[in-house]
């Protein structure tokens, strides 16, 4: 998966004041989550994949650059795949991020990301304070 490694740094600088911020590689390029949420991804097979949301994707559709997003043979309503030329500048790029960051927030909005590392950790405190079976676990004389 060979993304553009200068368009995932822009995109880290503009992503470095957020909270709760994640890289993780998949839907065949670099993609950045915000409050374990997608907001966009720095595509693989060139441009970027942004979440818009089902409500504004026709309306995103509209913008220059952009075409909708296809997987697999269907197309991918709430996301818009913008073409490079769409985010030359520093100004567009802010642009398309913002979008994909207020896709977040509206729906993200009152609900706090849990570290997946804690919710594991739960797990395992949860499994240790289980008690023992009960039923004839002791063998030898009975009373």
């Given at each position: 998966?060979?993304?553009?490694?200068?368009?995932?740094a822009r995109v880290r600088k503009l992503l470095a004041g957020q909270?709760?911020?994640?890289?993780?590689?998949?839907?065949?390029?670099?993609?950045?989550?915000?409050?374990?949420?997608?907001?966009?991804?720095v595509s693989g097979r060139g441009g970027m994949l942004i979440r818009v949301g089902p409500d504004a994707h026709a309306r995103m559709l509209q913008e220059p650059h952009t075409?909708?997003?296809?997987?697999?043979?269907?197309?991918?309503?709430?996301?818009?795949?913008?073409?490079?030329?769409?985010?030359?500048?520093?100004?567009e790029l802010k642009k398309w991020v913002k979008r994909g960051l207020d896709f977040v927030a509206a729906n993200t909005a009152g609900r706090k990301a849990a570290?997946?590392?804690a919710v594991a950790a739960k797990t395992k405190v949860a499994a240790k304070a289980k008690a023992p079976p009960r039923g004839r676990a002791r063998k030898g004389l009975r009373r």
């Amino acid at each position: 998966m060979a993304y553009d490694e200068n368009t995932a740094a822009r995109v880290r600088k503009l992503l470095a004041g957020q909270r709760d911020v994640a890289e993780k590689k998949m839907m065949g390029g670099l993609c950045f989550m915000v409050n374990n949420t997608m907001c966009c991804t720095v595509s693989g097979r060139g441009g970027m994949l942004i979440r818009v949301g089902p409500d504004a994707h026709a309306r995103m559709l509209q913008e220059p650059h952009t075409s909708p997003m296809e997987m697999r043979g269907r197309i991918m309503t709430g996301f818009v795949r913008l073409a490079p030329d769409g985010y030359q500048s520093d100004a567009e790029l802010k642009k398309w991020v913002k979008r994909g960051l207020d896709f977040v927030a509206a729906n993200t909005a009152g609900r706090k990301a849990a570290p997946r590392k804690a919710v594991a950790a739960k797990t395992k405190v949860a499994a240790k304070a289980k008690a023992p079976p009960r039923g004839r676990a002791r063998k030898g004389l009975r009373r």
